[in-house]
């Protein structure tokens, strides 16, 4: 990671960014925090009578929220041909239940979905089911995952 970030630099220095450099390493970063928060929640797990550990985790969550969410509307949107019928017909009972905070309720529901049309549950909406997340960011992820797989097909297109 070091020397890919001095080889940005130096593209910087010598006035010659590139695109799919700077893309590469984001993506890469980006995994890096997934693998670090996997990391602290075990960390914290095993040392449950830390509290240090809990925020750091927490705070790991926290700054990968927003990842979460866009990896959810892109979920969404990529299982749309497959499973987006299923979900039209569930969609607005899910979106009632998340609005309610009726957690069980949504995970019973999505997952029904998944074994219904032998597929495996994502990983990105197992992240979300995690106690570690507020109702409302709880909302947030559920609302991105539907608008994707629910939504126009237009949308789809873009991705």
Not at 51 to 67: C, I, T
Not at 80 to 87: I, P, Q, T, V
Not at 126 to 155: A, D, N
């Amino acid at each position: 990671m070091e020397e890919k970030l001095e080889i940005l630099n130096k593209q910087l220095k010598d006035c010659q960014p590139v695109l799919k450099d700077f893309e590469n390493y984001y993506n890469e970063l980006n995994q890096k925090y997934e693998e670090f928060q996997k990391l602290i929640e075990y960390a914290a797990e095993l040392k449950k009578d830390e509290k240090e550990f809990e925020n750091l985790y927490k705070r790991v969550a926290g700054r990968n929220a927003s990842s979460l969410v866009d990896n959810l509307t892109r979920k969404g949107y990529a299982l749309k041909k497959e499973l987006g019928d299923a979900f039209e017909n569930m969609g607005y009972r899910l979106l009632e239940q998340a609005r309610a905070g009726k957690k069980d309720d949504v995970y019973y529901g999505i997952l029904r979905i998944f074994v219904a049309n032998k597929r495996k549950f994502p990983d990105e909406l197992v992240e979300v089911f995690k106690p570690i997340y507020s109702e409302e960011m709880f909302k947030v992820f559920i609302f991105s995952f539907l608008s994707g797989i629910i939504g126009k097909e237009k949308q789809l297109e873009n991705n």
